[in-house]
């Protein structure tokens, strides 16, 4: 098992993983991560033998990652105090969320607006100019036809 985020940073390689286990890291940097499983043969397998590996990968961000009771019992807190911390945290993680999530809109609106302001005048400046396309060519063509003596 390998973990790296996109910014570089390896946070881990767990040779041998076998059973159940636990991993935990906290991160250098707000990215995305990649957690890569390796799956070596190490002895020869008979035709007849089914080979099989069952992974389940879990992960847990933020408070949901905590491990509560060890808090619990490192600063003696009562279960009370602990599930209110537990919920300050998750409340802390949901504020800020949102915060991202209002900057975020702000920004796909400014961007929304320049483009709709773009367009139109794209389309302002294109139908203006095929307007001035057309009058030409009936000058123009007004112009060849008199000279032609058709008109």
Same mark, same amino acid.
């Given at each position: 098992?390998?973990?790296?985020?996109?910014?570089?940073?390896?946070?881990?390689?767990? =040779?041998?993983v076998?059973?159940?286990n636990?991993y935990?890291?906290t /991160?250098?940097?707000?990215?995305? *991560?990649?957690?890569? *499983?390796? %799956?070596?043969?190490?002895?020869?397998?008979?035709? %007849?033998?089914?080979? /099989? =590996?069952?992974?389940?990968?879990d992960?847990?961000i933020?408070?949901?990652?905590?491990?509560? /009771?060890?808090?619990q019992?490192?600063?003696?807190?009562?279960?009370?105090?602990?599930?209110?911390? =537990?919920?300050e945290?998750?409340?802390?993680?949901?504020?800020?969320?949102?915060?991202?999530?209002?900057e975020?809109?702000?920004?796909?609106?400014?961007? %929304?607006? /320049?483009?709709?302001? =773009?367009?139109?005048w794209?389309?302002?400046?294109?139908?203006?100019?095929?307007?001035?396309?057309?009058?030409?060519?009936?000058?123009?063509?007004?112009?060849?036809?008199?000279s032609?003596?058709?008109?």
């Amino acid at each position: 098992m390998h973990i790296k985020d996109a910014v570089g940073n390896d946070y881990g390689r767990p =040779r041998d993983v076998t059973g159940e286990n636990r991993y935990a890291f906290t /991160s250098h940097a707000d990215a995305a *991560f990649d957690v890569c *499983f390796e %799956n070596i043969l190490q002895s020869k397998v008979g035709e %007849n033998q089914h080979m /099989s =590996r069952h992974v389940e990968l879990d992960i847990d961000i933020g408070a949901d990652a905590k491990d509560w /009771s060890a808090i619990q019992a490192g600063e003696r807190l009562k279960p009370t105090e602990a599930e209110l911390r =537990r919920v300050e945290e998750i409340m802390g993680e949901i504020v800020r969320e949102m915060d991202y999530l209002r900057e975020r809109e702000y920004k796909l609106r400014d961007t %929304n607006e /320049s483009t709709n302001e =773009r367009v139109k005048w794209f389309g302002i400046v294109t139908m203006m100019s095929l307007m001035g396309l057309g009058i030409w060519q009936v000058v123009y063509l007004r112009a060849y036809f008199r000279s032609k003596h058709l008109i």
